[in-house]
């Protein structure tokens, strides 16, 4: 069994700051890309960041340059730095990995459980 488990929502002031964090775990062995989803109510669910085993990102345009995806391979997870938030980042964040669990196996994608992201004044 694989788990993703997410950290670190909540409600911010415009302009303020938050960290979300993911940590995979259970019978894994390998995790190719890592990265963040979110979903704000009444719309579908977008791409934020995400990040490969080696280090390469990717980032939304109405993200870029305000956030800053991070991973640490060794220990299965990955790292969401948002700065100068808006109204409009308030959503539902959701961790996703591909992984598999052995060498024979196929890439499977997995989802953590979601954190309520509100930017709020």
């Known amino acids: 069994q694989v788990q993703l488990v997410e950290s670190g929502g909540g409600l911010v002031q415009p302009g303020g700051s938050l960290r979300l964090s993911c940590a995979a775990s259970?019978?894994?062995?390998?995790?190719?890309?890592m990265g963040w989803y979110r979903q704000a109510p009444g719309k579908q669910r977008e791409l934020v960041a995400t990040?490969?085993?080696?280090?390469?990102?990717n980032y939304a345009d109405s993200v870029k340059g305000r956030f800053t995806i991070s991973r640490d391979t060794a220990k299965n997870t990955v790292a969401l730095q948002m700065n100068s938030l808006k109204p409009e980042d308030t959503a539902v964040y959701s961790c996703?990995?591909?992984?598999?669990?052995?060498?024979?196996?196929?890439?499977?994608?997995?989802w953590g459980q979601g954190t309520q992201v509100t930017v709020s004044s």
């Open positions: 996703y990995a591909q992984i598999k669990r052995s060498a024979a196996a196929y890439w499977v994608e997995y």
């Open positions: 259970g019978s894994i062995f390998s995790i190719n890309v």
């Open positions: 990040v490969t085993s080696r280090g390469t990102t």
